[in-house]
Every structure is written in structure tokens, then in C-alpha cells.
């Protein structure tokens, strides 16, 4: 039997902890390491000189200083992620302003041995079976909120039950939002196309996923694992249905399930990490 392979990951919790699992799964040895940009370098260089990794995964191509990537002495593969803020916010106690010193610094693609663009994975052990919908059903929203997406959100909060979670949730808090929760809801915060950094979570957790289109696809398929909605009235009726009968999309939730799969981080990081260490 090989040795599993170790890898450290780099990255915000709030943003991209429900991406690493937390204890060694499927030859896979992690080690989450929390790092925020514009915080010093030698405190990350550390722990990863601890972990001894056969790989490092720093979440944000542009997260870490390029001088930084090149001193790890093996191979360090960049996990593209759109950053999870509204474009106007400069400043939140979970997304340190970077300097205009380390915006100068930061690393790009060409530092890395390897860039990936694709969906965030899902931890294993975030996965869980499709509960019995509620009969008053709970929406979820995790996300910052900006103009764009309030303007989706404002009248189904007004008439339902949603919850917004602006700030990244993390660990048992995170594990208790979903568990408490029927729906969840996929907006943009910015308007062009995108998929979300939240889309395989919520298909993992059981919860039926309405959102707007999801560019690329990754997949998954309209109307068969997931509701599209295009504007804020389709999300109120799409609300007012499933709370009028919520067993009506159980079908649909079992399909998001299965179709998350592709997301588990385990089945993802030894497709694309094992070639890279």
C-alpha cells in the first residue's frame, strides 16, 4: 500500500475550509494551514516546513506573495477562487485589505507548478443523505451581501424564511446551518457569469439548490438536481412552491446529491494532486 499523499492547504476557513477534509481520507493526509493576505510570510513558510507536505495547495492564485511560492521546496499548485466579497467592500474583519506593497508582490499563474479552475471540492465528511423537508421550510444564503444580489434576495426575505449569512461560516457552525436548513440559494454578487463557491456544499448537504444560471455548468443540470431562477420574482415563487409542498422536490434534492459526487474532495484531489507531487 503507498503512502498517503500529504498536502498542505493554504486559505481563508471562512471561505474554503469546508473544501479540505479534516482528518486523512482515501490517501489523502491534509493539513489546513490559515492564512490571510498581506500577513507575514514566515508564519506560513513554517507551517508548511511542519507538515513536511508532498504538495502544497494555496486556495487564491493571488493570495500569497510570489517570493513565497518559490520558496517552498516542492511543488505548490495554485486553486483558482474568486474572492467571496462584494467588488465595493474594502475592508472585513474575514477579508484583510491587501496593501498596495503586497498587490504589487502577489503571485500570478506563472509562479505556480500547476493552476487549477474548477469548482471548489467538498469536504467527505460534509456529505449526508437528503433530509424529509420541513413543513415550513428555511433558505439559506452564505455570502456577503452586495447591491446585486440584495436586489434577488430583498423580496423572498420579506415573504420567507431565508437566512443570509454574510460572514464565511466554518466548522460546527457551519455543519448547524446546513443541518438547519431545506434550501439554498445560489446568487451572484457581481453581474456576469460565475458558479459559486458554495454550489457543490449546499448539493452535498441534501438541501435543494436554487440558483441563477451557473456558467460554466460543472455538470450539473437545470431543472433535474437544481431550480434555475433568472430574477427576484421567480425566487419568491420558487419559495412559495416548495413551501406549499415540500415534498414536491424531494426527487430533485436526491438528484443534487448524487450529481455533488463530482465534488467530493477526496475523488478530486487524487485525480488532480497525485500527478502534481
Known sequence: MSDPLRVTFVGMASE?????????????EPMFVEHRPGLPAARLLAHIAAHAPDVVVVFGVGSVPAATVRAVDVPVVGWDVAPDRPP???????LPYASAGFLAERAVAADYDRVIDRPLPVADELFTAPRQARAEPRALVIGHSSPRNERVLIDSKHRHEVLHIAAGLKGDALVGALAGSDVAINVRDEDGPGFGPRVGLYLAAGLLLVSEPLAPPHGLVAGTDHIEIRTSAELVDVLARVRADPGTFTAMREAGRRAAETFRASRVYGEVLVSAS
Not at 474554503?16 to 489523502?28: F, K, N, R
Not at 465595493?88 to 474575514?94: I, S, V
Open 16 to 28: 474554503v475550509g469546508h473544501a479540505v477534509p479534516a482528518a486523512a481520507v482515501d490517501g489523502l
Open 88 to 94: 465595493t467592500l474594502n475592508h472585513h474583519p474575514d
